[in-house]
């Protein structure tokens, strides 16, 4: 079993920054990609950055030059910084990762979800 926890959201003011943390527990053999993605109430979930195992990181148009998206192999943990957050921006941030287990066969496991609220 795959554990993917998430931490750090929280309420700050628009303009402000707020970096939430993903950490990956349980049978992983290795991770290849990991991302982040959003929903905000009445909307679908939406992409919003990934980075692959490799360090390569991609990101939506929206929070492109605003988010910053990093992750520690060695740790199996996955940072978002978020810089110059709008209203807009208010969703519940999910945690995605694609994981080798220990069986031998790639899965997808995403986290519970953690609120961030940008509202003055």
């Known amino acids: 079993q795959v554990h993917l926890v998430e931490s750090g959201g929280g309420l700050v003011q628009p303009g402000g920054s707020l970096s939430v943390s993903c950490a990956a527990s349980?049978?992983?053999?290795?991770?290849?990609?990991m991302g982040w993605y959003r929903q905000a109430p009445g909307k679908e979930r939406e992409f919003v950055a990934r980075?692959?195992?490799?360090?390569?990181?991609n990101y939506a148009d929206s929070v492109q030059g605003r988010f910053t998206i990093s992750r520690d192999n060695a740790k199996n943990m996955m940072y978002l910084q978020m810089n110059s957050l709008k209203p807009e921006d208010t969703a519940v941030y999910y945690c995605?990762?694609?994981?080798?287990?220990?069986?031998?066969?790639?899965?997808?496991?995403w986290g519970q979800g953690t609120q961030v609220t940008v509202s003055s």
């Open positions: 995605h990762a694609n994981i080798w287990t220990v069986a031998r066969v790639f899965v997808d496991y």
């Open positions: 349980g049978s992983i053999f290795s991770i290849n990609s």
């Open positions: 980075t692959s195992s490799g360090g390569s990181t």
